[in-house]
Nanobody, 121 residues
Framework: QVQLVESGGGLVQPGGSLRLSCAAS????????MGWYRQASGKQRELVAT???????NDADSVKGRFTISRDNAKNTVYLQMSSLKPEDTAVYYC???????????????WGQGTQVTVSS
């Protein structure tokens, strides 16, 4: 089965930078859109950014100009470079990917277990 594993979270001061990584492994035929979502304590999960297999990017207004999503298709990995971090960026960040595990089957969403990002002085 498919597994997504995030890494790179931690504690950072306001204005600082952090880079998250998410690697997919397992029974993978192909991966379509990959993305990052986040969920702050007591809040609903929200979109941060997505990137298609061809490199087309959508991102949330709240992170536009500060966060950059990228991917390495050969490594089945998606990244989130975060800069100018704000306290309101504090959340658990989850990786998401649309994965085909069989050539004749549909792509399905898979989720990582999340990595904590805390922005605090």
């Amino acid at each position: 089965q498919v597994q997504l594993v995030e890494s790179g979270g931690g504690l950072v001061q306001p204005g600082g930078s952090l880079r998250l990584s998410c690697a997919a492994s397992g029974r993978i035929v192909s991966i379509g859109v990959m993305g990052w979502y986040r969920q702050a304590s007591g809040k609903q999960r929200e979109l941060v950014a997505t990137i298609s297999s061809g490199g087309s990017i959508n991102d949330a207004d709240s992170v536009k100009g500060r966060f950059t999503i990228s991917r390495d298709n050969a490594k089945n990995t998606v990244y989130l470079q975060m800069s100018s971090l704000k306290p309101e960026d504090t959340a658990v960040y989850y990786c998401n990917a649309a994965v085909r595990i069989n050539y004749y089957g549909p792509a399905r969403d898979y989720w990582g277990q999340g990595t904590q990002v805390t922005v605090s002085s």
